[in-house]
């Protein structure tokens, strides 16, 4: 079956644009999370949607992040004026979220390697 | 102190060889204990995980969880060339029917070389 997607696969911009970054993830999943993969921080967790409730923003690193999850299904992720501390790849991952689940597994998608110049 | 501390490696190693891996971490609430494998310009994938403290084995594959030392460990038994990848430890605190976000390590790049 098809795994979670992101497009593009990869982004190069100039400092001070405006990206947006695209996750659509496996049909049925309501959680849907994104998390930042950058050279020594490791992967950090950004943001995390879950059906209708507001999203979990705590990992958002500034007020130019921000993201939106249309239909419970497909989000963008938005980096306003980017900088060069920017770079990164960026992966997106959903999960069922079952009520009453053990283990509630995330499946990444493959990610969106950002290059600001 | 980071809340999950994984050395980066990088690690080389023969084709055979038992591959350890390990994390610590500081945060008393985490009681799932993820292993990632990471392949190179792919997302993570789940590879094992373990609730609480204890073991758990997979074919070539064994996670340990210590938590009164707060440490975490991945064997991998006759490692092969197919295992070179990056390993991220992973941890959440214990789930009330919902998701939690995760607190990775900064992963261990492993190369098995023939």
């Known amino acids: 079956g098809a795994g979670v997607s992101q497009s593009p696969s990869n982004k190069v911009t100039e400092k001070g644009k405006d990206v947006e970054l695209r996750c659509d993830p496996i049909?049925?999943?309501?959680?849907l999370y994104w998390y930042r993969q950058s050279l020594g921080q490791g992967l950090e967790f950004l943001i995390y949607f879950q059906g209708n409730s507001a999203p979990d923003k705590s990992g958002l690193p500034s007020d130019r992040f921000s993201a939106e999850r249309t239909g419970g299904s497909v989000s963008t992720l938005t980096i306003q004026r980017t900088q060069q501390e920017d770079s990164a790849v960026y992966l997106c991952a959903s999960s069922l979220a079952l009520a009453g689940a053990t283990l509630d597994e995330q499946f990444f998608g493959p990610g969106t390697r950002l290059t600001v110049l | 102190q980071k809340e999950v501390e994984q050395d980066p490696g990088p690690l080389s190693v023969p084709e055979g060889a038992i591959v350890s891996l390990n994390c610590t971490y500081s945060?008393?609430?985490?009681?799932?204990f993820m292993w990632y494998r990471q392949y190179s310009r792919k997302g993570p994938e789940l590879l094992m995980y373990t609730y609480s403290s204890g073991n758990k084995e997979d074919g070539r594959f064994t996670a340990q969880v210590d938590k009164s030392s707060k440490y975490i460990s991945l064997f991998i038994r006759d490692s092969q060339p197919s295992d070179s990848a990056t390993y991220l430890c992973a941890m959440s605190p214990i789930t009330q029917g919902g998701s939690e976000k995760l607190v990775f390590g900064k992963g261990t790049k492993l190369t098995v070389n023939p």
């Open positions: 945060n008393s609430a985490f009681q799932y």
């Open positions: 049909s049925g999943h309501t959680a």
